[in-house]
């Protein structure tokens, strides 16, 4: 194992490079399934609230499921009990939808002004008035699945409206159900422009879409009689790190405080101070307290000039680890290969080669010979055997009944003999009768 010095470069100026090009932060609070484990118990999602309606929706370590396989006419929703603080943000959804052929139910993902409390587990064709957004996976129209976003200001009743998918503002076609595979869906707000993406698919967007602060993200499922079951793995907001900054204090109210378990889990800056080789790492500090761009430039350079240190421990350590991983190579040739004498070797090299050349002999042989003439011969064998069967079978056998029949001078005696013995049986009655003493009456 070698690594080359460029290799290293590389390796850190993509790492860098990486960091630079997503700039994300996510929100915690708003988020789950990101980690090992959606709960940390077992029994409820951090920041958020869990309902059902006719059975408990069951949350496992990877994913939840809002509605059961079987049976059907149940409900699910997970409304977050935080609401957005930042104007331009993204939210991930993982999903699955599995089921019979002719099942059915819809996913919807909410961003509205009020919460669990007052939104509960209504869908879009049984919610009354509310103010938000919803975007809606479901089979409208009998084409295999669809997505379709609906904006609300307040006062239109989606119950009592007497044809709700009209009020459609944007949508899109895309099987769902029964891929094998969660299905990714993207919500996009930004300063100018909403995007919905579908499996990294773009569905709608529009211009013209402008949500307000403070509003909470819900997911709720319904299945149908013949049911669809909703599993959700992954639910994930995130903001630019720019707007988090700028947008730091009209941010909601802050997630539960940390265990003391959490927090040792996360290396401080302390910690990470004592590492060896890494030193001289530029301290945290809020950004309010940059005010000019001479800061700002400050603080760039100083935490460039620490990658730059980073790197180049990194690429001393990986130096070391590589020459460490020589030597041991090395000492191990060294103790295994003299246990095994040369001379055994060569001896195994021989009769492996020897019996290569038996196999390679025999495999000629076998692809060499015509086998043609000796086919042609056992056929015509075959075929004489056949013929003297069928010349000399009758013969044998009308010589075989002739032999094994009864003789017709015997027969004919036996009959003769039968015909006089019963001849003279009658005779002899008939004297016997009348010779016999007659009876008078």
């Known amino acids: 194992m070698f690594i080359t010095p460029s290799s290293v470069w590389l390796l850190a100026l993509s790492a860098f490079a990486a960091s630079t090009a997503r700039a994300q932060y996510m929100i915690e609070s708003l988020s789950f399934g990101h980690k090992e484990s959606i709960s940390p118990n077992h029994r409820t999602v951090p920041g958020w ?7 408990t929706p069951q949350l496992l370590s990877d994913r939840i499921i809002l509605t059961p396989p079987h049976p059907g006419s149940k409900r699910g929703a997970l409304w977050s009990e935080t609401g ?17 052929e002719r099942g ?20 879009v064709y049984t919610i009354g008035q509310f103010d938000g957004l919803v975007l809606v996976l479901d089979q409208y129209g009998g084409r295999g699945g669809s997505v379709r976003g609906f904006l609300n200001d307040g006062t239109t009743s989606y119950k009592d409206h007497h044809n709700v998918d009209s009020l459609a ?33 773009p569905c709608f967007s529009s211009d013209k879409i402008r949500l307000p602060l403070g509003y909470y993200f819900g997911i709720s499922a319904a299945s149908a009689e013949i049911p669809d079951s ?15 900054r700028e947008e730091v204090r009209k941010a909601p109210p802050q997630s539960p405080p940390q265990t003391q378990e959490q927090q040792e889990k996360r290396p401080s800056l302390q910690r990470m101070q004592e590492l060896p080789g890494i030193t001289n790492i530029p301290e945290d500090a809020p950004a309010e307290s940059i005010k000019s761009q001479e800061e700002q430039f400050a603080d760039l350079h100083n935490r460039l000039q620490g990658l730059n240190h980073q790197v180049a421990t ?11 991983m020589e030597d041991r190579h090395k000492e191990l040739m060294s103790k295994t290969v003299p246990s095994v004498p040369h001379d055994q070797i060569n001896q195994m090299d021989s009769r492996i080669q020897a019996i290569a050349r038996s196999v390679e002999a025999v495999r000629r042989d076998i692809e060499g010979r015509d086998y043609k003439e000796h086919l042609t011969s056992l056929q015509d064998a075959l075929k004489d055997t056949k013929a003297s069967l069928m010349d000399s079978l009758p013969q044998t056998m009308s010589q075989i009944v002739s032999t094994s029949a009864p003789k017709m001078g015997k027969f004919i005696f036996v009959v003769i003999a039968f ?6 049986s009658y005779i002899v009655y008939k004297r016997r009768r009348a010779n016999a003493p007659k009876k008078y009456l």
């Not at 944007?170 to 919905?196: M, Q, S, W």
């Not at 015909?419 to 003279?424: H, P, R, S």
Request: charged residues 25%.
């Open 49 to 55: 609230q869990l309902s059902g309606e006719g059975h």
């Open 84 to 100: 957005v603080g930042w104007s331009e943000w993204t939210a991930d959804l993982d999903f699955r939808a599995s089921g019979p």
């Open 104 to 123: 059915s139910g819809n996913l919807q993902i909410w961003f509205t002004k009020d919460r669990q409390a007052e939104m509960g587990l209504a869908s």
């Open 169 to 201: 503002f944007g949508h899109c076609d895309y099987a769902y159900r029964n891929l094998g595979r969660p299905t990714h869906v993207r919500i996009k707000n930004g300063h100018d422009n909403f995007e919905v993406h579908v499996d990294d698919k």
């Open 230 to 244: 909703f599993e959700v793995n992954k639910f994930v907001v995130s903001t630019t790190n720019s707007i988090a």
């Open 314 to 324: 990194i690429y001393e350590e990986f130096t070391k680890l590589s020459k460490a």
């Open 419 to 424: 015909q006089i013995m019963l001849a003279g």
